[in-house]
């Protein structure tokens, strides 16, 4: 059955650019070039370059070796790189954001770019890059710190930059979020999600423009927001997370994702129920944002599989029919094939590999589970073959024991925050392993016709880096052994193979330089698999001929390096100064759009009207911004625009003039005066809880007693204030005790599970962090590994680490050394108090924000109260409403006293206000 199939509807502008973008796109990639991670952004895998065959592949020899570490010793060891193709040039990653480009026939390095704060990287649990996107001139690297970033492939220059929490809210890695693997290009967009499930995140696909402009007027959201639905439990609950490649059919300008686990991963008693959306696959459209279908492939996921394998998306014969058909396999080992436009499904639960075998995990005893958390298919991307018709799958076969956590009533009853680690498995992140079990990989194709396996081989380590083809026949495959195999495609021969001596976790590109074929794969592996993450090189092969043959690329060869240092992130521009008669305006309806629940077979947007208008007359033809992102459409001849909000997020957004040269008034083009007074002009459309039953009451002594209760569209109350994290906090000197300014903090577990970031210290030093002193084991206290990042240098105190008092904030000051990166161990003392999170409710008077005397968080029953000083009888208030955060000393719970110290003096563009009145009586 097809899960939440919508109807979208289908804007003009958006139609009429449909039909031409697929041949532009097919158009525009040069047979020698590889632009994307799957070499299009259907992710097909397939070069069309035919001269390595199957009759003289056996002697494809390698041509060169480069080792990136040699080239800078400050490179991460490992290696998941999927390199790009340009022009004879080459474009790969590190697993620590670097970015080389090479001459693709010598291996010469032309450029690195390095970022600027490279050093924060050094101490992530999880630290990866697997690619690159490039289009319109411009190459994209999602960087760990949740940063696009936008190259010029000619010197390496950064071009543009954003912060992807600029359009993505709480996307930063406080929250859990990192990128770790390549964004896609199509049709003029950037599209990516992110990692992060088993840290609790809510996972998110979002879209850019290429000059890294919000191309989506709100992110496609896979789960819902936090403490609603099945996510009410705990802050943990999370996941859904899309930290795989997009897909993206340009003839139909759709996008295909795929979808990670719910958390926590191995206990699904905080999250009970299917999780929907969550190992799913999903269809969105590429110019909107909103979802056409989705289908959950693994419901009451408890072994933390994800559908991580970025989808296939082709035409191809189904029972001797040709359909448009998108297919993808999960971690879960199986395979799945679906009608492209409608979500239909042609084959399911297809077997990869030979067991599929995962019972329930029981609280406090071993389940044996087939796979084990790895896979199955893990990133390892699918590739099809038009001559077969044939999908070919690099598997991991893996095999697991599972002893899920057997919690305590005094465990049940711990508050889960941000921050703590709890995957819900007793043995480990992954369980144990099996004994007289070796976890092995395989290669195989399946007829996508008949939905049957043909034929299959099996490889000594598991498979992680997935399969490349050419048009003459030939598939290519590194494995976890380390040996790059060639094969046939209609028969699984083996045709050639070569030895790389270190574990491979990425796979081939098929390009050519100065007219000849190469083959490059990046070589290095992942900590996760065959003991790999010891080495970050590269191998380009080629049949013998003019090549020059190299045993490797010396690094003493001087290069330029490039950063992002200095270069800001891309914001939104400043409005023009209005004139004196300050007549232009951006009007929506007073009230605020009600905050909805989150429903899974929606795009759970609200579409809200508007007008611009000068002097009361009605401004045709003027482009508005919602947010960091401009409309489609310009303002109609009653100077009307149409905008979509998320209406399950209560926060305002702001609204402005993005483009006012082509407006007219009346017929006529707005002189230069009237355009800056047009741009000038700014408004907002806020989602917000309904406030119901509000009164404001003098009282004997002055003070005004206003009282309502806050209430989500369908009457639910709006959830109460929670314990969100602890602090972390204190001064950062060098050796002469002089205040350092902007090094990050960098604490992480001793199992690398899970890692917090400071913000860079100020002119005085001084730094503040979330932090959770917690780790699986339930330490007290709780050693944490310490590393300060300033800039690209890390400190370090090696192998000694910090003990911490269980979950309580802290106080830590760090002195840095006078020379060297030798960090001495700082001392934590534990301090009171912890930062909380709920809906504050407040007002605005005639002179801004009234700051209360007292005030109370809402209560189960969403009712607040503030006493404010004194205010005269028939003074109207307008209220307001914030996703608060503060630090407090005393424990904040539903229908308890607020901290009013912390009160906010004014409010910023994104709170909503004036969503309801109330007069004093």
């Not at 459209?285 to 998306?313: C, E, R, T």
């Not at 058909?325 to 990869?352: C, I, L, Q, Y």
């Not at 105190?797 to 020379?819: E, H, Q, Y």
């Amino acid at each position: 059955m097809i899960r939440g199939l919508v109807a979208v509807a289908v804007i003009a502008v958006v139609a009429s650019l449909a039909a031409a973008s697929g041949a532009q796109t097919r158009a525009t990639v040069a047979a020698g070039d590889w632009i994307a991670f799957g070499r299009t952004p259907d992710n097909s895998r397939l070069s069309p370059l035919k001269d390595i065959t199957p009759a003289n592949v056996d002697q494809l020899q390698r041509v060169y070796m480069l080792d990136f570490q040699k080239l800078d010793p400050n490179v991460r060891r490992g290696q998941q790189s999927y390199p790009l193709a340009i022009g004879g040039k080459l474009y790969v990653t590190t697993n620590d954001d670097n970015v080389f480009a090479l001459d693709g026939a010598t291996g010469k390095v032309l450029w690195q770019y390095k970022p600027s704060n490279s050093g924060f990287f050094k101490n992530f649990g999880i630290a990866a890059n697997r690619g690159l996107a490039y289009c319109d001139g411009r190459l994209f690297i999602a960087q760990l710190d949740m940063k696009l970033v936008a190259l010029d492939p000619s010197d390496g220059k950064v071009v543009a930059v954003t912060s992807i929490a600029q359009d993505v809210p709480n996307a930063s890695t406080n929250y859990g979020y990192s990128e770790t693997s390549a964004p896609i290009c199509a049709n003029h967009r950037v599209l990516m999600g992110a990692a992060g499930s088993e840290y609790g995140i809510r996972g998110f696909v979002m879209a850019w423009t290429t000059d890294l402009k919000p191309a989506w007027p709100t992110p496609f959201w896979t789960v819902p927001p936090e403490l609603q639905s099945w996510r009410r439990a705990s802050r943990v609950v999370g996941g859904g997370a899309v930290w795989t490649p997009v897909t993206v059919d340009t003839t139909t300008n759709t996008v295909y994702f795929g979808t990670g686990s719910a958390t926590p991963l191995y206990y699904p008693q905080l999250r009970r129920g299917p999780a929907p959306r969550t190992d799913g696959l999903i269809a969105v459209d590429l110019f909107s944002g909103k979802m056409k279908w989705w289908q959950q492939l693994i419901a009451n996921n408890q072994w933390a599989y994800d559908v991580a394998q970025p989808p296939l998306v082709y035409t191809g014969k189904v029972g001797g029919k040709t359909h448009r058909v998108v297919s993808v396999a999960t971690m879960e080992g199986v395979w799945f094939a679906f009608d492209a436009n409608t979500g239909k499904p042609f084959h399911e639960r297809v077997k990869v590999i030979d067991r599929v075998e995962h019972p329930p995990l029981r609280p406090g005893q071993p389940v044996t589970v087939f796979p084990s958390s790895l896979g199955g298919l893990n990133f390892s991307p699918a590739a099809y073959d038009p001559a077969t018709n044939y999908v070919f799958n690099a598997a991991a076969e893996t095999a697991v024991v599972m002893i899920q956590q057997k919690l305590t009533p005094t465990e049940k009853k711990r508050k889960f925050l941000l921050g703590d680690v709890y995957l819900g498995l007793q043995n480990g992140n992954f369980g144990t392993a099996l004994a007289n079990w070796h976890d092995h990989g395989s290669i195989s194709a399946i007829d996508v016709s008949t939905g049957k396996r043909v034929w299959k081989f099996q490889t000594p380590e598991p498979e992680r880096g997935g399969v490349s083809l050419t048009a003459t026949g030939l598939g290519f495959a590194g494995g976890g052994d380390g040996k790059i195999r060639a094969f046939n495609l209609k028969t699984g021969k083996i045709l050639w193979s070569y030895d790389a001596q270190r574990p491979i976790a990425s796979g081939p590109t098929i390009f050519s330089a100065g007219g000849k074929e190469y083959v490059a794969v990046t070589v290095g592996g992942t900590p996760t698999s065959s003991n790999g993450g010891v080495a970050s090189w590269m191998m380009v092969f080629a049949l013998p001929g003019q090549s020059h043959r190299l045993a490797s690329v010396r690094p003493s060869t001087p290069h330029p390096v490039t950063s992002d240092a200095g270069f800001q992130p891309t914001g939104t521009a400043a409005p023009a100064v209005a004139s004196a008669g300050r007549t232009a305006r951006i009007s929506v309806p007073a009230a605020a759009v009600p905050l909805t629940l989150w429903k899974s077979a929606s795009s759970n947007e609200a579409t809200v009207h508007g007008r611009v208008t000068l002097g009361g007359r009605p401004v045709r033809g003027a482009r508005v911004a919602l947010d960091r992102f401009t409309l489609l459409r310009a303002t109609d001849a009653s100077g009307g625009f149409t905008a979509s909000v998320d209406s399950t997020l209560a926060r305002r957004h702001p609204l402005r003039i993005g483009d006012a040269s082509n407006a007219t008034v009346g017929g006529k083009r707005l002189t230069s005066a009237q355009q800056s007074e047009v741009r000038s002009a700014s408004g907002g459309i806020s989602v917000a809880y309904r406030i119901v039953g509000a009164s404001a009451k003098k009282q004997a002594n002055g003070n005004v007693v206003v009282r309502g209760r806050v209430l989500r569209a369908d009457g639910v109350p709006a959830p109460g204030v929670v314990l969100l994290s602890y602090r972390m906090q204190g001064s950062i000197t060098d050796a002469a005790g002089r205040p350092v300014q902007g090094a990050t903090v960098v604490t992480r577990t001793t199992d690398r599970d899970f890692w917090t970031f400071s913000l860079p210290s100020n002119a005085s030093g001084r730094y503040v962090s979330f932090f959770s002193a917690s780790d699986e084991q339930g330490s007290d206290p709780v050693p944490l590994n310490v590393q300060v990042a300033v800039g690209q240098r890390s400190y370090s105190p090696g192998l000694a680490n910090v003990n911490f008092k269980r979950v309580s904030s802290a106080t830590m000051d760090i002195k840095l050394p006078a020379s060297g990166l030798g960090l001495p161990l700082p001392k934590a003392a534990a301090d009171p108090g912890a930062f909380y999170r709920g809906l504050l409710v407040g007002v605005l008077g005639p002179n801004g924000v009234v700051r209360p005397v007292s005030a109370r968080w809402p209560d189960a029953s969403g009712r607040f109260s503030l006493v404010l000083p004194a205010v005269r009888k028939g003074t109207q208030l307008r209220f307001w409403e914030s996703d608060f955060t503060a630090f407090s000393t005393t424990p904040a719970r539903p229908g308890a006293p607020v901290a009013t110290t912390s009160w906010p003096s004014k409010l910023t563009a994104r709170i909503p206000a004036g969503i309801a009145t109330v007069t004093v009586r």
